[in-house]
C-alpha cells in the first residue's frame, strides 16, 4: 500500500472517532467524565450486589449504639444521655443502682432459689432490708436484738439484792417470804416514790403533836400512829403535783429518776413507796418496800425468763420451795443474776 493511501484512511477514520483520536494524541479525559462513569458504574446492579455480599461477610469490629428514630429506641432530646450513659455524682450508672435496689442483675444478690421448683426465698440474716418483711414476718435477727438488748428499768434494792424488778404494767418479785410472784396493774395508775423515812416520820410529828404523847408499847396505840402516818403520806403524795411534794419525797416516772446505777440504795437514806389507784379520785393500797428504788440494766430476754420462772411457781403453796426452785433456776438459767438474788435461806420467813 503507498503510503499516501495510508495517510488518507488514517484521517478519515479520525474524523468518525474524534474522542479516540484525542485519547490518542496523549490527553487525559475530563475529572467530570470520569466521575460520571464512577456513579453510573456504582448505581449499577452487579456492583451493588457485590458490595452487599461483602458486608456480609465482613465481622464487625465494633458495636455502635442506635440512638436514631426507630420501633425499639427513644429519640433523644439535646443533651441527653442514653440510660446505660447515665451516672450520678458519684459515678455510679444509675441501671447499676437500680440493680443493686432491687436485688436483680449484675449487682444485685445472687439469685439462690431452688431449681427444683421451689419458690420459697432463702432465710436471710444480713441487715440490708427492712426488719419486717410482709411475706415472712419479723426477722429473726430483729428478734434476737429486740430480746438481748439491754434496757434500764426499776428495781427496789437492798444489801445489793434485787427484791423485785417493775415493768410498765406491773413488776416480777424474786425471793420473798410469801415467795417470787408477778403482780400486773395499770401503770398509769400507780404512783413511785422514793422517800427519806426519818425525815417523812418528823414532818409527820411535827404535825401531830399527840403521837409524842402515846404509849408506843400499847399495840393498839402502835396501829393507830401506822395507821395515821400511812395516811399522812398518802395526803401528801398522792395529789400533790411534782412540783408541790414535800422536800423527803421523790417522784419516780421512769427509771432516770431513780437512784443512777452504781449509787448503794443503803446509804442513800431513801426507801421505794408505792400508792396503787383505784382511780384518779381513789386508793386502792400502797407498798413499802424494804429497798429503794434503783436503776438496773437488764435484757428484755432475761426478763421475760424471770416473769415466766416466778408465773409457773404461783401453784406452789409453800414459799420456801417457791424460792428454792426459783432461785436453781436463775443459778442455772441466769447465773449472771444469781448473785443479785437472795437465795432461799436469806429471806426472813417470819
Known amino acids: 500500500m503507498a503510503l499516501g493511501t495510508y495517510k488518507q484512511k488514517r484521517r478519515a477514520a479520525s474524523k468518525q472517532h474524534p474522542a479516540l483520536s484525542s485519547a490518542g494524541a496523549g490527553r487525559r479525559p475530563s475529572t467530570e467524565r470520569l466521575n460520571n462513569l464512577q456513579a453510573l458504574a456504582n ?100 428478734v434476737h436484738e429486740f430480746l438481748m438488748e439491754e434496757t434500764t428499768m426499776i428495781a427496789s434494792m437492798t444489801g445489793g439484792k434485787i427484791g423485785s424488778i417493775y415493768f410498765p404494767g406491773g413488776r416480777v418479785r424474786t425471793t420473798h417470804a410469801r415467795g417470787p410472784t408477778v403482780e400486773e396493774h395499770p401503770h398509769a395508775l400507780t404512783l413511785q416514790f422514793n422517800i427519806d423515812p426519818i425525815a417523812c416520820w418528823r414532818a409527820f410529828v411535827m404535825a401531830n403533836a399527840w403521837v409524842a404523847d402515846m404509849d408506843r408499847n400499847n399495840e393498839i396505840h402502835a396501829k393507830a400512829v401506822r395507821r395515821r402516818f400511812k395516811r399522812f403520806k398518802i395526803v401528801k403524795m398522792a395529789g400533790a403535783a411534782p412540783d408541790q411534794l414535800p422536800p423527803w419525797a421523790t417522784l419516780i416516772k421512769t427509771p432516770d429518776d431513780a437512784l443512777p446505777e452504781g449509787t448503794d440504795p443503803d446509804t442513800s437514806g431513801v426507801k421505794l413507796f408505792e400508792i396503787m389507784l383505784r382511780d384518779s379520785q381513789h386508793v386502792k393500797s400502797t407498798h413499802p418496800s424494804r429497798g429503794a428504788a434503783a436503776q438496773i440494766k ?15 411457781l404461783e401453784g406452789i403453796p409453800d414459799p420456801q420451795a417457791q424460792n428454792g426452785a ?23 420467813y417470819g
Open 43 to 142: 448505581a449499577s446492579q452487579p456492583v451493588q450486589q457485590l458490595r452487599a455480599l461483602q458486608r456480609r461477610e465482613t465481622p464487625v469490629a465494633q458495636r455502635e449504639v442506635d440512638t436514631s428514630t426507630s420501633a425499639f429506641l427513644p429519640d433523644y432530646a439535646a443533651g441527653e444521655k442514653a440510660g446505660w450513659e447515665k451516672k450520678d455524682r458519684t459515678g455510679v450508672a444509675d441501671w447499676a443502682q437500680e440493680d443493686y435496689r432491687s436485688g436483680k442483675g449484675k449487682t444485685g444478690a445472687p439469685d439462690k432459689s431452688s431449681i427444683t421448683g421451689n419458690l420459697r426465698p432463702t432465710p436471710r440474716t444480713d441487715r440490708d432490708g427492712k426488719s419486717i418483711d410482709p411475706a415472712e414476718g419479723v426477722k429473726l435477727w430483729a
Open 298 to 312: 437488764i435484757t428484755r430476754a432475761d426478763l421475760m425468763k424471770l416473769k415466766a420462772v416466778a408465773k409457773s
Open 326 to 348: 426459783f432461785y436453781r433456776y436463775v443459778t442455772m438459767k441466769l447465773p449472771h443474776l444469781a448473785p443479785l438474788i437472795r437465795k432461799p435461806g436469806e429471806v426472813d
